[in-house]
Structures are given as C-alpha cells and as structure tokens.
C-alpha cells in the first residue's frame, strides 16, 4: 500500500484559510463594505479544507484521535468557508457563522487540552501544535465580537480577533513548511 502524506499542504492551506477570515476581521475594522475579494479564495481554499478534513476523518490511516484532532476541526472549519462565500456572494451578512464558530473553537480548545494531557505531540513539535490549537480556539471563541458595533471599541475588538488569526496563521505555516522539510527528509 503506498502512502501519500499530504499533511504539509493542508497545514499550509489551514494558513491561508485562517488569513482569509483575518481579513475579513482587519477589512471590517476599517469600515469595508464590499468584501467580495474575499468570495474565489473562501470557497476555492474552504473546498480544500472540507475534502481533506472528509477524507483524512474517514480514511486517514492514522491512529482515530488524530483523525479528530486534525481532520475533522478542518472539515468544520472548510464548510465555514464556503457558507462564507456563498453568503458573500449573495450578498447577506456572514457574522452569523462566528456563532457557530464559537463550538469550532471550544472544540479546538478541548483538543489542545488533549494534546498536551494525551501526549498526542511531543518533542519539538509540541509547543507550535499547541499553540495552533490554542490561538485557533481562542479565534473561534472571541469570534462573535464581529457583532461589536463599528465604533472605536468595535474596532479594537476586530483587531483583537485579527491579531489571534494572524498568530494562528503564521503557526500552521511553520508547522506546514516544517512539515514539508521533514517529510522530505525521512526515507521512502
């Protein structure tokens, strides 16, 4: 059986998916209304996100919580994409879908505290996982804030959400270009 290992590029696209929404938080701080820029690359990286997350949950030949861990919270997270997009696409108000990012992220914060309890990482590698899940979770949390009326205080909580995004991001890059490193050093 051969095994194809695309977890370097789904951490990757989970940054490039987490920078998406941080600008839909950075853009409505700064008072944009018009966020269809946003629309071609939440559907096209949330698609992504979904498929792997389907497949890695239900055929990833890793051992079951790491399915949970890492394949299903993507699913979640791609299916929020691409509700995002349609929804900007036709023009109707997206904050609803940080409500339900709030569960997303309890989920997220449930799975740190695995992480660090079930020793599901360790070594190097345990600090920047941890962290994914922690500012991903925290994320998730404090999503809701997009409600936070348009005012000086409404701003500073959208660059708040913003800035835990961006942390988030800059993790799965390091962990995906670390991964991408290291899978191509380990032996066939």
Known sequence: MVFIDSLSVMLLLLGFSTLIIA?????????????????????????????????????????????????????????????GA??????????????????????????????ANFNLETGVNFLPSFGLYVFSALSGIFSPLIYVKGNRKGKYAYYFVFALLIITTFIAFFLGYGSIYAHLRSPP
């Open 23 to 83: 600008m839909f938080f950075f853009l409505s701080a700064r008072g944009k209304k018009d966020m269809s820029v946003l629309i071609a690359p939440g559907f096209i990286f949330g698609l992504f996100d979904a498929v792997s997350g389907f497949l890695m949950s239900f055929s990833w030949p890793l051992p079951g919580a790491y399915n949970m861990l890492f394949g299903d919270p993507l699913l979640v997270l791609g299916l929020f994409l691409i509700a």
């Open 86 to 115: 349609f929804m900007l696409y036709k023009k109707m108000d997206v904050r609803i879908i940080s409500v339900f990012g709030v569960f997303l992220g309890v989920y997220l914060a449930i799975s740190a505290a695995a992480i």
